[in-house]
């Protein structure tokens, strides 16, 4: 090899070192960045010098790659996004009905209520008793208001949500579609694209978090993105999807069940108006709708005419300025309330209903279904009891599952983590080798440069 050769070796050596120096540096300082993976220097021989011996060539950038891991890993954020979104509205709905307290208000209310009229029943001359009566009554109806006031809410804030997971779809598809562009237009030019896909797979969890996808690999080193049914997300163009109030759409064409997974169907779930049999029985959908239906049925039962309550009021004879009937009104928890005449003082409850009244709120055997629950041999009381356990029962199940696919998350996302991020201390062990590399290849450059020196002298 002649000292030109051997100089232009050491040198382009020189240049591969720096350049690796770069990365390495660049792995170290960002090691704790999520979604940043490990980088390395792309090197071949260069055959181009003269002998076909001329150093090293860069070629380019590589990252750290798992595509098995990064696949499951999409699939469990998908799995948590689902049932942690539910996890997070069943609770609010535990939250609402006080159903993880010791006396939960709806049954406190009813059983108050039952109570009072016992002792009415027992003593109905009795003045105190009749105005318990009446303040257990107003409570009850403030309870059911309480509650449907926050069934709404609840309803409310799951339709802000939807539409904000349904802009951040449309913005992260956006953007993949430009990473999409950027990635192959850089390729294309010989420039490096590693970070732009570290950027892209930030982007392909944000998906994996609204709605269960899967990605395929394109031409160029783009991707596409489809749900597993093979409904297209992106390809070449980007899907814009919409939230009308009750579905997704896609230019007009609902796609509601199409977009599976992921918190977008977990939203759509809490806002399920009781769609069908399948949904009614899942313990994370149509939520709020089936405590709506329970609560009406307590309406029902307790001011509707033609039922038990009201004929027990209803039948006896009034006397005086007793209120003859109606001592509830209203069809449903958003008109429930004592009747006016008895909540303002007009009229007082009939003493002759006590008895029957007391009688029919405790009694023991009726068949009570609504909102997907169906029991028998309950008073109203009980029927408010297993309406809270349902809740419970539910949360609980939806709970289970939410901390199982959190863990199995958070797991692959460890494993993603080893297999393609930094571990400081064998990025240390390189920079170090590297270091020596290159007080080598200065050394030789040094020597070249000496011999260069001896041989001037001795020509000279």
């Known amino acids: 090899m002649c000292l030109v050769s051997a100089i232009n070796n050491a040198t382009s050596g020189l240049r591969a070192i720096q350049a690796d120096m770069q990365v390495i540096s660049g792995n170290v300082s960002n ?11 792309d090197l071949s021989a260069d055959t181009n010098g003269p002998n076909g011996a001329g150093g090293v060539r860069i070629t380019g950038y590589s990252r750290s790659t798992s595509d098995a891991v990064a696949k ?8 948590d996004g689902l049932h942690g979104t539910q996890n997070t509205y069943l609770t609010r709905i535990q939250d609402l009905l006080g159903s993880t307290q010791s006396n939960p208000q709806l049954s406190q209310a009813l059983s108050d209520f039952s109570a009072t009229w016992k002792n009415f029943a027992a003593a109905p001359e009795d ?60 390729e294309a ?45 992106i390809d070449s163009t980007a899907n814009q999807y919409a939230w009308n109030g009750t579905d997704i759409t896609e230019n007009a064409v609902i796609v509601s069940g199409v977009l599976t997974g992921g918190k977008l169907e977990a939203l759509l779930g809490v806002l399920d108006q009781g ?14 709708y089936k405590i709506e ?29 007793e209120q003859p009937a109606s ?9 429930f309330a004592l009747n006016a005449s008895l909540a303002s003082g007009v009229s007082t409850i009939k003493q002759a209903a006590a008895q029957p009244v007391a009688d029919d709120l405790n009694l023991e055997t009726r068949s009570i279904s609504a909102g997907n629950l169906s029991t028998t041999n309950v008073s109203y009381t009980t029927f408010a009891n297993a309406v809270i356990a349902t809740q419970n029962q539910n949360a609980k199940q939806v709970d289970d ?39 080598a290849s200065a050394r030789v450059i040094a020597t070249v440069k000496q011999l260069y020196d001896i041989i001037n002298a001795l020509i000279t």
């Open 327 to 335: 001592f509830f009104t209203g069809a449903n928890r958003y008109n």
């Open 72 to 79: 499951l890993l999409n699939q469990a954020i998908s799995d």
């Open 127 to 186: 003045n105190t008793n009749a105005q318990q009566v009446i303040y257990k009554a107003q409570n009850l109806t403030r309870v059911i208001a309480t509650l449907a006031d926050g069934l709404d809410k609840i309803n409310s804030d799951a339709n802000l949500d939807m539409t904000a997971s349904v802009d951040q779809l449309n913005t992260a598809l956006n953007r993949i579609h430009e990473l999409n562009n950027d990635i192959s237009s850089a």
């Open 189 to 233: 030019s010989g420039q490096s694209s590693v970070d732009l896909q570290d950027l892209r797979d930030q982007e392909v969890q944000k998906i994996s978090s609204l709605v269960k996808i899967t990605v395929v690999q394109r031409p160029g080193n783009r991707i596409g993105i489809f749900t597993p049914g093979g409904s297209t997300l």
């Open 401 to 439: 599952l939410a901390n199982i696919y959190s863990t199995q998350k958070d797991n692959y996302t460890k494993r993603l983590k080893d297999d393609t991020g930094v571990n400081i201390d064998e990025e240390i062990v390189m920079l170090t080798q590297l270091q020596n590399n290159y007080s």
């Open 293 to 321: 239906q329970q609560l009406d049925m307590i309406v029902d039962l307790l001011a509707n005419p033609a039922n038990s309550f009201a004929i027990a009021y209803d039948t006896p004879a009034a006397v005086g300025i």
């Open 275 to 288: 769609s069908s049999p399948a949904t009614l029985n899942d313990p994370g959908k149509a939520s709020t």
């Open 31 to 41: 090691a704790a960045v999520d979604g940043y993976t490990r980088k390395t220097l």
